[in-house]
């Protein structure tokens, strides 16, 4: 979709949204009509606060990204429409509290918030599998050297939106603009040099092509820059690279709060996790990770894996279907038990909530000799989530992760936290976000060779 379908798609699903929050509550009124004592009043004291209801909702459907439509399994858009209708159902209580004289029956909320799970997932569903075969029947293009495979195979694989690659060629390739003519979405990796590239945007902005194209780290740094003029010369203020003083004090304050209240609530799951853990050995695992400015810092976790699970292979990163993982351990993981000991290091000023995860010595100094911005990561604090867990996988590149890193870093703000920590409850239960990393053959032999492109 585009242009003015787009704009129909995006404007089109949060008014249904509200049609179905609103007539969710209604329903459940008048079904519970004669049971209810003071039925006129409640239903006028429901009029005056609907406005905010409404609200509310665009809000938190909003900072769940549940107006975007990037889930297109049942479970995960019912899953997200639970958390969204879940604090949707805490605002209400609260505005129902606040304001004395919203009587607002428990009965009407619990029946309501299930007919808007049910009613807001099937809708979902629907517009969201619309809009996947509108986008999956578009041809695609993919254009650069060794990166277009990798590309390629990803989309190849997502078997959703954009899967549909027709070509994949080098920039130099002659037949480029008669394929570019052929395909519906033009993709171009980072590995093509700036000068070409600015030449194919150019190209497809002038034929009103659509084209996405894979940034550079250093070019992250420029996302955040502000118009400025000097004189009758227009130019782009850079954003300086980290946060303010008052940013990280904010930071620090909502860190210690947080904690302080996680700590009562996971006290007792924390226990029996313990208990559970010391039966079989010990029940905590420490390494040395790195946090901001490159200080090193000791990180706790419940174990997961076998006893001294590196004596052997040294360090290295878990792999999917990872052996040194116990049946216990994949528990722990898929629900994140194993890190509720990282309060602890929060509390203690190593770690922030939100931030980039915080990696061992050997890795950071094996990928900054591989990607020269790696170190820029840690202008913050490292965290216990942050963008490249909720947009990413655990198993996503370290140069993709990486990226989102900067994006964090470069356009830090305080809501931007917040929407991180309300989204990490999203990801929680997806399978994806745990998965070690995979290992296989040379992308060159997973990507159909009859789409590659030679001169």
């Known amino acids: 979709m585009r242009g003015g379908k787009y704009r129909l798609f995006v404007t089109l699903t949060p008014l249904v949204d509200l049609c179905i929050v609103y007539l969710s509550i209604v329903i459940s009124f008048y079904w519970l009509r004669d049971s209810l004592d003071a039925f006129t009043d409640n239903w006028y004291s429901f009029l ?23 889930d297109f399994s ?4 019912a899953y997200t429409g639970f958390l969204t209708v879940f604090f949707l159902f805490g605002f209400t209580t609260a505005i129902s ?9 428990r009965s009407v909320m619990a029946i309501s918030s299930l007919l808007q799970i049910f009613l807001l997932a099937l809708w979902h569903l629907l517009i969201n599998q619309v ?24 989309l190849i694989k997502a078997n959703g939106m954009w899967s549909c690659i027709r070509h994949i060629c080098a920039p130099e390739n002659k037949k480029l603009k008669e394929y570019m003519q052929e395909c519906d979405v033009i993709f171009l990796t980072e590995d093509i040099d700036e000068d070409t590239k600015q030449k194919i945007v150019r190209y497809c ?39 303010t003083p008052l940013d990280n004090m904010m930071k620090r304050i909502v860190d210690v709060l947080l904690c302080l209240l996680a700590f009562i609530i996971f006290l007792i799951p924390g226990l029996i996790v313990y208990l559970i853990l010391k039966v079989g ?16 810092f000791r990180i706790y976790k419940f174990r997961t894996m076998i006893e001294n699970a590196e004596a052997l292979s040294g360090p290295v990163l878990a792999n999917e279907n990872d052996k040194r993982i116990t049946c ?32 061992r010595p050997f890795f950071v100094d094996q990928f900054s000799r591989e990607i020269p911005e790696y170190y820029l990561r840690h202008r913050v604090k490292a965290g216990l989530t942050g963008l490249a867990q909720i947009e990413g996988r655990y198993n996503t590149s370290v140069g993709d ?15 931007l936290d917040v929407k991180i920590i309300i989204q990490t409850l999203n990801i929680l239960l997806r399978k994806s976000s745990t998965q070690g990393v995979k290992q296989h053959k040379d992308l060159s032999d997973l990507v159909d060779n009859t789409l590659w492109r030679e001169d």
């Open 74 to 77: 049942f479970f995960g858009i």
């Open 328 to 359: 216990f351990g994949k528990f722990l993981r898929t629900t994140r038990l194993d890190e509720i000991p990282q309060i602890i290091n929060i509390i203690r000023g190593d770690m922030s909530i939100v931030g980039p995860r915080p990696e």
């Open 131 to 154: 809009y996947l075969w509108h986008n999956k029947k578009k041809t695609v293009l993919v254009i650069g050297y060794r990166k277009a495979k990798e590309l390629a195979y990803k």
């Open 401 to 415: 992760k990486l990226k989102y890193d900067l994006l964090y870093v470069n356009g830090y703000s305080f809501t």
């Open 205 to 243: 902005v002038e034929n009103s092509m659509t084209v996405l194209y894979e940034p550079r780290n250093t070019e992250i740094f420029l996302f955040n820059a502000k118009f400025t003029q000097i004189d009758d010369s227009p130019l782009l203020n850079v954003h300086k690279f980290g946060l």
């Open 281 to 296: 050995g010990s029940a905590f695992y420490s390494q040395e990770r790195v946090t901001r400015d490159g200080k090193i």
């Open 48 to 70: 005056k606060v609907s406005p905010f209801i409404g609200i509310a909702y665009l809000i938190i459907s909003h900072v769940m990204e549940f107006d975007k439509p990037k």
């Open 97 to 105: 509290f606040l304001a004395r004289g919203f009587a607002y029956p």
